[in-house]
Antibody, heavy 113, light 107 residues
Framework: EVQVVESGGGLVQPGGSLRLSCVASGFTFSSYHMNWVRQAPGKGLAWVSR????????TYADFVKGRFTVSRDNAKNTLYLQMNSLSVEDTAVYFC??????WGQGTLVTVSS | DIQMTQSPSSLSASVGDRVTITCRASQSIGSSVSWYQQKPGKAPKLLMRLASRLQTGVPSRFSGSGSGTDFSLTISSLQPEDFATYYCQQTDSTPITFGQGTRLDIK
């Protein structure tokens, strides 16, 4: 059974940082691209970032470029998202997503003073 | 960026109805479309990849079609558990983009 579990969300002040983690199981994690997708309250889905299977290449949405960094540890079946210079507009549920196997339940990031 | 235009934005239907949701890409993307179902407070559930490939465990009343720029998701006979929001997504190139969603509710 495929499982994807995110953690690391919480309340952070504007300008602060947060690191999200995602542990995946039930598929060969190291063989697949992995993504982060977010959903602001009451809004639609917005892709944030993708990292290739070996972690050597990453792409980002323009609205996070230069502030967020995606990485992975294939030995631990874990995906990360380092988020810096957070603003209130980054408030959202962040989903770890395999576009082949499915998504986690999400972790809520709230940016507020 | 590839824009995904999804329609309708909302839809009211009854149990047993056949419904179709469409998505149009701003450029040709082959069959690189996925469809998701999302219920309130839950993560999106992947229903279909590559336009028409049903994910394991998804009921056969769901079907997908299309290629190039025009795609559709059809539910052949609505069940109570199908009332949700549906999203299309293109995976042809980054940035990956989504349609704006179709809210399907009970008439």
């Amino acid at each position: 059974e495929v499982q994807v579990v995110e953690s690391g969300g919480g309340l952070v002040q504007p300008g602060g940082s947060l690191r999200l983690s995602c542990v995946a199981s039930g598929f060969t994690f190291s063989s697949y691209h992995m993504n982060w997708v977010r959903q602001a309250p009451g809004k639609g889905l917005a892709w944030v970032s993708r990292v290739n299977s070996d972690g050597s290449s990453a792409t980002y949405a323009d609205f996070v470029k230069g502030r967020f960094t995606v990485s992975r540890d294939n030995a631990k079946n874990t995906l990360y998202l380092q988020m810096n210079s957070l603003s209130v507009e980054d408030t959202a549920v962040y989903f770890c997503a395999s576009m082949v196997y499915g998504w986690g339940q999400g972790t809520l990031v709230t940016v507020s003073s | 960026d590839i824009q995904m235009t999804q329609s309708p934005s909302s839809l009211s239907a009854s149990v047993g109805d056949r419904v179709t949701i469409t998505c149009r890409a701003s450029q040709s993307i082959g069959s690189s479309v996925s469809w998701y179902q999302q219920k309130p407070g839950k993560a999106p559930k992947l229903l279909m990849r590559l336009a028409s490939r049903l994910q394991t465990g998804v009921p056969s009343r769901f079907s997908g079609s299309g290629s190039g720029t025009d795609f559709s998701l059809t539910i052949s006979s609505l069940q109570p558990e199908d009332f949700a929001t549906y999203y299309c997504q293109q995976t042809d190139s980054t940035p990956i983009t989504f349609g704006q969603g179709t809210r399907l509710d009970i008439k």
